[in-house]
């Protein structure tokens, strides 16, 4: 699959701020776009996906946005609460095809009540 | 949402036995599993992906003879971790597409802690 750079690796915020996670890739021609959220010690779950016909894709406190001349896709998450502390992951775009997902190194997320 | 079920969830197992996982997709078929290691704060290792019918296809450096994959039914994908060595002990994940629907969602497994002793 292909590569993507996530930053940061870790995040820590005050309750109620706002997270801004990012990833870039390289392959121009993909279409998909997934954010993973991983609580300690359990499975990664999909929490917002977008595709290349949109820029961005909001579900209440998160969003995810796209830029594909910049080629990168972002994770926002607003008025952050505790239970938002995790490792999210950004999964690697597909583009059509066979798609392998591999995922970014994860960004560690720290609320602070 | 799909389900995948992996079993089992942790296994402790001396050096030199070998460890089966199971992993299931429940309420749909899955032509494709994958199948990460998972360190301690790290992200997801893709290992090998598993494909319904024909032999799977390993990432560089992930060694098949001793990471046996099958993926006899399109609905279970079975990892065998062959004469385990406590460098072997990690956080074993499969996850699944739904691949009826065209999907490009992930759905993962519960996960498999794997200690050899």
């Known amino acids: 699959g292909e590569n993507v750079e996530q930053h940061p690796s870790t995040l820590s915020v005050q309750e109620g701020d706002s997270a801004v996670i990012k990833c870039t890739y390289s392959?121009?021609?993909?279409?998909?776009f997934p954010w993973y959220k991983q609580e300690l010690g359990k499975r990664p779950q999909l929490i917002i996906d977008?595709?290349?016909?949109?820029g961005e894709k909001k579900d209440q406190r998160i969003a995810v946005t796209l830029n594909k001349t910049a080629k990168h896709f972002s994770l926002h998450i607003t008025e952050t609460q505790p239970e938002d502390s995790a490792v999210y992951f950004c999964?690697?775009?597909?583009?059509?095809?066979?798609?392998?997902?591999?995922f970014g190194r994860g960004t560690s997320l720290i609320v602070h009540p | 949402g799909a389900v995948v079920s992996q079993h089992p969830s942790w296994v402790i197992c001396k050096s030199g036995t070998s460890v089966k996982i199971e992993c299931r997709s429940l309420?749909?078929?899955?032509?494709?599993m994958f199948w990460y290691r998972q360190f301690p704060k790290q992200s997801l290792m893709l290992m090998a992906t598993?494909?319904?019918?024909?032999?799977?296809?390993?990432e560089q450096g992930v060694e098949k003879d001793k990471f046996l994959i099958n993926h006899a039914s399109l609905t279970l994908s079975t990892l065998t971790v062959t004469s385990a060595h406590p460098e072997d002990s990690s956080f074993y994940i499969c996850?699944?597409?739904?691949?009826?629907?065209?999907?490009?969602?992930?759905?993962f497994g519960s996960g498999t802690q794997l200690s050899v002793l």
């Open positions: 977008i595709r290349s016909n949109v």
């Open positions: 996850s699944a597409r739904d691949g009826a629907g065209g999907e490009e969602k992930l759905f």
């Open positions: 598993s494909n319904e019918g024909s032999k799977a296809t390993y």
């Open positions: 309420d749909f078929q899955a032509t494709t």
């Open positions: 392959d121009s021609a993909s279409n998909y």
């Open positions: 999964a690697s775009p597909a583009s059509g095809g066979s798609y392998i997902p591999t």
